[in-house]
């Protein structure tokens, strides 16, 4: 089992920035790929950015350049920074990785409310 826990979500004007993080414990070996979702209301759930174990990252379009998705090995930490915000980028926030035998784990989520 993995246990994620995300931090750092909030409300903020557009334009604003924030900074997500999602500590992993627990059974972390053989982690492949970790990254964001986020699910707005009414919407389905989208992934936001991904960071491979090779330290490959991939991003949704309308966030490229915006965004920036990291990890601290050390601190078995990952990152979302999240600059020049939208309104568009409301939503729950959530922390997922996958391992190596397919497992998908999910963090509780984080409300990030940016405002007009």
């Known amino acids: 089992q993995v246990q994620l826990v995300e931090s750092g979500g909030g409300l903020v004007q557009a334009g604003g920035s924030l900074r997500l993080s999602c500590a992993a414990s627990?059974?972390?070996?053989?982690?492949?790929?970790m990254g964001w979702y986020r699910q707005a209301p009414g919407k389905q759930r989208e992934l936001v950015a991904r960071?491979?174990?090779?330290?490959?990252?991939n991003y949704l379009d309308s966030v490229k350049g915006r965004f920036t998705i990291s990890r601290d090995n050390n601190k078995n930490t990952m990152y979302l920074q999240m600059n020049s915000l939208k309104p568009e980028d409301t939503a729950v926030y959530y922390c997922?990785?996958?391992?190596?035998?397919?497992?998908?784990?999910w963090g509780q989520g984080t409300q990030v409310t940016v405002s007009s």
């Open positions: 997922w990785v996958r391992k190596s035998n397919a497992s998908n784990y």
């Open positions: 960071i491979t174990s090779g330290d490959i990252t």
């Open positions: 627990g059974s972390i070996f053989s982690i492949n790929v």
